[in-house]
């Protein structure tokens, strides 16, 4: 689910990046940072997208599994594991002037666009319920540990925290259920 959320959000801001320049150039695409070499990923006059972080959202977190009986049988269905992704949108652009200008579209396009859900949003998988996108304003200090933890040099670049992608394994745990419970209390 976590590509899902990712390739999603790609495509969007391809299409929006298409109408307001009409060109490929600058395409965002899914993609690490940088290599094993230690060189960029990101092909030279693109974006690169990367999911950075993941976070459980524990505020919205279901604590009981769900359970139903079928057939004598009971099934258990966890509840789903809610996610935060830190996703870092990053351009690698010969002319540094370039770089900012379409980190400054990917900055207007989640700005008027900072929700999806598959109602107004064709695209977005059906088992996504919402993608809520904001901007984290990161300190010098965070900034320097992202890149050091990417491991290249800065590039222009936004991080958004893209809320809640909910995973699921809808494969059921088979049980007996509970039927019968007998208790014996024995005084002194």
Not at 104 to 113: A, G, I, P, T
Request: charged content about 20%; glycine content about 6%.
């Amino acid at each position: 689910m976590l590509d899902v959320a990712l390739v999603f959000l790609v495509k969007s801001v391809n299409a929006y990046l298409a109408s307001r320049t009409g060109s490929s150039l600058g395409e965002v695409e899914p993609s690490r940072i940088v290599d094993d070499g230690g060189k960029w990923a990101i092909k030279e006059d693109h974006l690169g997208a990367a999911i950075i972080n993941v976070e459980e959202e524990r505020l919205f977190k279901a604590q009981l599994p769900e359970t139903t009986l079928v057939n004598g049988r009971q099934l258990v269905v966890e509840p789903e594991l809610k996610l935060n992704l830190h996703v870092l949108f990053a351009a690698n652009f010969r002319q540094y002037d370039q770089a900012l200008r379409y980190v400054s579209y990917v900055l207007m396009y989640f700005q008027s666009n900072p929700v999806f859900t598959p109602r107004d949003s064709p695209g977005l998988d059906e088992r996504i319920e919402k993608l809520s996108l904001e901007l984290q304003s990161l300190t010098y200090e965070q900034l320097n540990q992202v890149w050091a933890f990417v491991g290249g040099k800065q590039l222009p670049s936004v991080v958004y925290k893209v809320r809640m992608v909910a995973l699921q394994d809808r494969t059921p745990a088979v049980g007996v259920p509970v039927t019968r419970i007998d208790a014996q209390v024995h005084g002194r």
